[in-house]
């Protein structure tokens, strides 16, 4: 039998979750779902024939994107009919103490809040600092903010994966069993 059908729609503004998303993908196949991949520009206007969603995207200026928010928001009901998760990149979710995780979620507790949509799982994942990819602003900001979170992370010749691959992987495997058990359960009635 075919396994759950599970959409992923996320936002990038650099494309660091590009990879994630893509990573998660691999992990829900690997575990038995059969997922599909869109960017918010391409996200569908309907979740009929989904069995399951993950949703994701990076935080900016301590804010998801406006259109991923606008996208949730429509669909809170349909996300809620059928097993869901979350997914936040960020650097702040880089830094492994109390203080910058209970930053990270207050990020995805206001998207949550904003969009009505309160997701079944959550992750809050470290992103990436992609120093030759932005522009002279973006690389001057993001380095003074380096220069606090990450003394030792401010060569902008080059860029600094500080995500986590294990968690996303682990992510991917629970949200994969979540939407196995949602897909059996739907099945059942
Ligand atoms: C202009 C700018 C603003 C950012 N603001 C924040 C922020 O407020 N909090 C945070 O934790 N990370 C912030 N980041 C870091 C991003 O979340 C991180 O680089 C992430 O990997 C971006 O993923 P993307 O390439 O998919 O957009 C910011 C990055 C940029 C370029």
Redesign the pocket.
Known sequence: MAGPRIAIIFQ???????GVAARIAAGLRANGCEPEIREIDAAPGTLEGFDGVVVGG?????KHGKELAAWTKRHAGALADRPNAFFS?????AVHDQAHLAR?GEVAESFFAQTGWHPDMVALLG????YTR?GWI?RF??KQLAAHEFPGLTDTHRDYDLTDWDAVDHFARDAAAHMRAGAMAAHAV
């Open positions: 990038t503004g650099e494309g660091h979750t590009t990076s935080v900016h200026n301590a990149v960020s650097i702040t979710a990270a992103g990436a600092l992609l932005y973006k900001a993001m």
